[in-house]
């Protein structure tokens, strides 16, 4: 049988052997298996055959190549892997897929594991959550109890006290105020609402005291001056007393009411406002006896200031934070109201009480009332002398005449109503001079405007073709609906004046504040032209220097402000737009520019409180909004008692109102 010589190649190594040509693929396999250890089923051949490779029963006469036979030697490659090797990576495959499922499995109970922690962390959590609300309601309900058995006790306190209404206690003590006490507890800075209020610090032994009699609290004292030899007081807690006017005591014994503020003070003194010794007319060390009153509540109250500057304050959103510190009212006080660095003395002109009855409620008169927990209307009596400027009414469209005398003011007022907000309107106010320089000046909080830039909010102190304008407009967030006070004041001579007050519809454009039109802006497109340093104005190239001229003579601009005036005006418009007025801040400003300056930026501007709506100076807001929103108001929908700090958030979790 013819032999064919066979030339494979495997891992770099020639095998070269002999085999019959009628032998099949199958055995050239075999053969090879032999010389290498590899597998039949793991060796491929390649080369030997051209495309693909035939079955192992196929004989090699049949697939090898013509030229492969001619020659007699076939060369080839094998690919495969001896027995040792592929016993190994079958070794090597099973272990690495025993590895991955045991990694598997740890990840699955490493997953199991953290899941029973987190429950158990849930469940914890759950628990102490449980806990924490048993503890709360428990509190809530011990609270709850106290409350119930506190409001028992005082209803019984208050039930044997109206059984027997003439239980009372009287003490005698001396007078003295905190402005000259040496105590360093016992200072009028310790105290800041203190004079300020009608509450009294007393010694413990009157704690004592009303407790063994049983009072009912709060307390109340009627306070007279005791005529007899003063007791004697420590010397060491006066320092320099000083003396007041002493009442006669010929005359009708005079009293008044106040509380308690704490019981701290130096045996057998008690320490008092000062306007409160100021009416009894005491003297520092003076007697004073106190006697234990029940007050009726009170129903209404006159008072009038006794200043003037009272009027530029909002009177009632003030007194209804300020007469928190008192506790009674009674006829012919003068009582201290402290407003932005300025304290403001107001009499007590009348007072009424309503008594409790079963049909209805009914006033009666009253000479001393208590204001504590109870309805009050307050009436404020005009500050104003009898002889004092009057307003005269302007109606809108209306036009007024006047004559003043140099330097001195006349007064007007108009209102402003309510307009539709889709309504662009304006207020133009006028002075039209006749003769002299009258100025003109507008605010709508101040009753009497004045050129002083703290008295007024806006002013026109130029004339532009004889007259001065203001125009107030809804773009300025100063303006709004309500009443105005118009101040004419003759600058330096006497001066008449024609004042007009008209309701403007607005063009839809803002207004050039130097005069110029559309039309102006048109025709500068158009023709060539210059503008004027003496009146800002475009002027055609061809007669400017004509109009320039005459221009200079005319005009002036002032270099600070660019404003453009007559130039009679320029000594005036330097004095008074451009002269620094101090703000009560410590800041010093130009007339223009203070009225913007108390309006948005000034620290003690008036901003209202986030809780009671009250206006206070903007560097007090965070302490007066500290100590506000812990008190205390009436849910409107439920009547209960809630801090205002928590109000809304118990109208939205109780009331579902959001």
């Known amino acids: ?373 109870c309805d009050l209307n307050v009436e404020i009596d005009s500050p104003f002398r009898d002889d004092a400027p009057k307003h005269v009414e302007v109606d809108l469209g209306e036009t007024v005449q006047g004559t003043l005398e140099a330097e001195h003011l006349s007064y007007f007022t108009f209102v402003v109503s309510n307009w539709p907000t889709d309504t662009q309107l304006s207020i133009q106010i006028s002075v039209a001079s006749q003769s002299g320089d009258p100025d003109l000046f507008i605010s709508s909080q101040i009753h009497y405007p004045a050129r002083d830039p703290m008295r007024h909010t806006w002013a026109s102190t130029v004339a532009k073709g004889g007259v001065k304008r203001i125009t107030l407009s809804q773009d300025d967030p100063r303006f709004h609906p309500g009443r105005y006070y118009i101040a004419v004041q003759a600058y330096k001579t006497a001066a008449s004046f024609s004042l007009s007050v008209e309701l403007l519809e607005s063009s839809g454009g803002s207004e050039n504040v130097l005069g110029t039109s559309s039309s102006t802006s048109t025709l500068s497109t158009q023709l060539d032209v210059q503008i004027c340093p003496h009146c800002a104005k475009e002027i055609p190239r061809n007669v400017f220097p004509m109009h320039e001229a005459r221009c200079a003579r005319l005009n002036f601009v002032c270099p600070q402000c660019k404003a453009v005036m007559p130039a009679d005006q320029k000594a005036k418009h330097l004095e008074l737009a451009h002269a620094l007025y101090p703000c009560e801040c410590g800041a010093q400003l130009e007339t223009d520019v203070l009225p913007l300056h108390k309006e948005f930026e000034c620290p003690r501007r008036l901003v209202k409180c986030a809780f009671c709506n009250l206006p206070v100076p903007s560097d007090e807001r965070s302490n007066h909004q500290t100590d506000c929103s812990s008190r205390t108001a009436n849910c409107p929908h439920c009547a209960k008692i809630i801090m205002r700090r928590d109000m809304k958030t118990h109208i939205i979790a109780v009331h579902r109102i959001d």
């Not at 490493?110 to 048993?134: F, N, S, T």
């Not at 005529?227 to 005591?249: F, G, M």
């Not at 008192?326 to 008594?355: C, K, N, P, W």
Request: aromatic residues 4%.
């Open 1 to 373: 049988m013819a032999q064919h010589h066979f030339i494979i190649k495997w891992k770099g190594t020639d095998y070269d052997f002999d085999m019959p040509i009628e032998s099949t693929v199958h055995q050239l396999k075999q053969h090879m298996e032999l010389l290498t250890n590899v597998p039949i089923n793991y060796q491929k051949l390649i080369g030997l055959v051209k495309g693909k490779m035939p079955g192992d029963h196929e004989t090699l006469s049949s697939i090898l190549p013509a030229t492969s036979l001619s020659s007699g030697t076939t060369r080839c490659m094998m690919m495969g892997s001896p027995v040792e090797e592929v016993d190994r990576m079958m070794v090597d495959e099973v272990m690495a897929r025993d590895k991955h499922e045991q990694e598997m499995e740890e990840e699955r109970r490493r997953a199991e594991e953290r899941a029973r922690l987190m429950a158990i962390q849930m469940e914890e959590e759950r628990q102490r959550r449980e806990e924490r609300d048993r503890i709360m309601r428990e509190r809530h309900e011990a609270m709850r109890l106290e409350n119930e058995a506190r409001q028992r006790e005082w209803e019984e306190r208050r039930t044997q006290q109206e059984v027997d209404p003439s239980a009372s206690v009287r003490l005698e003590l001396t007078a003295h105020t905190l402005v000259y006490s040496s105590s360093p507890a016992h200072t009028a800075s310790s105290k800041p609402h203190f004079e300020t209020s009608d509450k009294l610090i007393l010694p413990p032994s009157v704690l004592e005291t009303v407790m063994e009699n049983r009072l009912t609290f709060p307390l109340t004292f009627k306070i007279t001056k005791d005529n007899s030899p003063p007791i004697l007081a420590p010397s060491s807690s006066i320092a320099n007393p000083p003396i007041l006017s002493t009442v006669d005591e010929t005359s009708v014994q005079i009293e008044t009411h106040a509380g308690v503020l704490e019981f701290t003070a130096p045996p057998v003194i008690a320490f008092m406002p000062f306007w409160m010794m100021k009416k009894l007319g005491l003297d520092e060390g003076d007697g004073i006896i106190l006697e234990s009153v029940r007050l009726p509540k009170g129903s209404f109250v006159k008072l009038k200031p006794t200043s003037e500057e009272w009027e530029d304050i909002p009177a009632q959103e003030l007194l209804e934070n300020k007469l928190r510190h008192y506790q009674s009212l009674t006829l012919g006080d003068t009582i201290a109201i402290q407003h932005r660095g300025q304290t403001f003395q107001l009499e007590v002109l009348q007072v009424q009480a309503v008594v409790e009855t079963s049909a209805n409620d009914q006033q009666r008169g009253a000479t001393a009332i208590s204001i504590t927990d």
